[in-house]
Each structure stands twice: as structure tokens, then as C-alpha cells.
């Protein structure tokens, strides 16, 4: 992959860095302003990164070392991975959602996430060795991300500035609690992270730690909430930026209410566990990573199934079945 950096204003620049897996890509986003450079989100932790965030600030007279502060949209690692790096060789000053910092110190609990992880997975259907898998998949994954100190939290309803610049940020939870996305009223450039991408929707997954997250719920609410924006392009964390907002909010709330009529179809044949129900729904012949991911999609749509009372839960001793009552 070549060096790309890309301007999208004046003093502000996109920079594709790679990823070894899925999108194969991730955007971050860097503001030039007058004491340093800002940088939206990070990259995941992996050398290449390191190397062509560096050679893309190059191509423009600037390193590494001038950026001051690191804002970040939510906590995956393809966002936020080297951000305790770029800490340690620039000083930079950490930004995250008051909700981001609450999330990081729940999953510096390695013990309280293997355990939480197994007890949901083994009631909604997941084999032992499946769920295993998972944890390893889990452990291996926090390589991924140089753990780091948040030093400040972002606020709603204030407005940052970076030079002549400001920005404000947008809470979108619902790809994970934590998301926000970073909008520049005066030049309409919205920085959606994962909330709107242009070619795919953000998985949703629960919460592990706060079981009364309703993701699905949160997402839609979030999607309407930066509806009607003035915003005169989108600039996404993956995937090409694009002009108009509002018909892609729409195509993704098509996709997301095709998604539950299919699931609700599904539970048609009797009581099912999310697990099966996800195989119906997605097929059985998935890597095993998307085997979750699939669980996860169908169990957020179970949960607001239930609470529009199309189907019942029956919590057996061991697993939580679906029917449609
Ligand atoms: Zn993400």
C-alpha cells in the first residue's frame, strides 16, 4: 500500500493506514493548527502503521512527534490502537467520550471480561469450545492495542476549537456505547467514524458490562440524531466519503428493519437460542469470528423484538430460548 494522504480542507488531510484484516484499510483524519497537529483516531498497533502514519506526515514536512493532541472516536483497536505510542514519542494529550474512559477500565479487567464473555455466550448458545476460541481471538486481540491513559473527556454541547477551527462532538452510541463522531459545523465535514460508513453497516454488539445497553435502540436513535446535519460531506473511518447523509441514514435503517422481519421470520419454526437463530439467518458455513458477530447482530434484534412484543423469552436454566409466543 502506497503513502496516502489526502487534503479535505485547508489544514486538514485524511491518511489511509492498512489493517490486517476485513476492510483491509482504516481513515484516520489530522488538523494542522497553530501549536501542532490533531489526529482522529489512530490506527491498530502494528508496525506498518507506525511507518506509514510517519511517511504520510512526511509527504507533508510534519513527523509523528508534532502531534499534540489525539481525539478518539470509540474504543477498537483499528481507532484507537496506537494512540499510547504516539503518546510516548509526542507527549500528546488523549481525548475520548466520558464513556470511553469507563469502557477502557472495564475491559483492562481481563478477569471480569472472561467471565462475563462466557456466561453470555453460553446461555445464547455458543459450544465451550467456540467460546474458548472467543477468548483467545480476545486475548490475542489486545495486542492490537498499546494501552494508554485517557487525559481528557469530551463533552456534548461544547464546542473544541484547534486554531481558527472548531468542532463539536456528536455522541452516536449504538456500534459501541462509547462512539462519538467529531462535526465541524462551520465547513460541514462530519468525521462519522463507524457510525455511517458508506458501503456496510457497523456491527452491534452488546455491551458485556451493561446489559441495559440496547444497541439496535441506540444505534437508530443516533443514526436520526445526525439526520438533517448541514453537513456537506461525510468522511467515514472506512470507505469513501460521500455527500448525502440523510439517504444513507435511510438505507441503513431499511437494512436493519429487513434484518428483524428475517429474524422474526426465522423464529417462525419454534424455540430457538440466539445461536441457531443466527445460523438461520446469516447460514452456518461463516469463519469463526463471524459466527459471533452474526450471534451478536441477532441478538440485538432479539432484544427489541421482545420489547415491541412480537416474541417471548423463556429463560431455561441454562439457555435463553426465543419463540414467537
Ligand atoms: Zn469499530
Redesign the pocket.
Known sequence: MQTLIKPIADNFYRITLPMPFRLRHVHVYIVIHDSGIALFDTGINMADTFTKLGESLHAIGRSVTDIDRIYIT?Y?A??CGIAGGIKKASGAIIHTSAIGKMIRQHHNNHDAVASHVTSFYLRHGLSADVINHLLKLIRNFRRATIPYDIDRCLSAGNLYTLGDRSFEILPTPG??RD?ICYYFRDEGILLS??HVLPDIT??LSPDLFNPDFRPLKSFLHALDGVKGLPVARVWP?HGDAFADLDARIEEIKAHHQERSEAILHALGSGPQNAFQLSMTVFGTDLPEFDKILALNETYVHLVELKREGKIEEANGEKQVLYTTG
Open positions: 470509540h477498537h483499528d481507532h456500534h459501541t462512539h467514524g463507524d457497523p456491527n473511518a
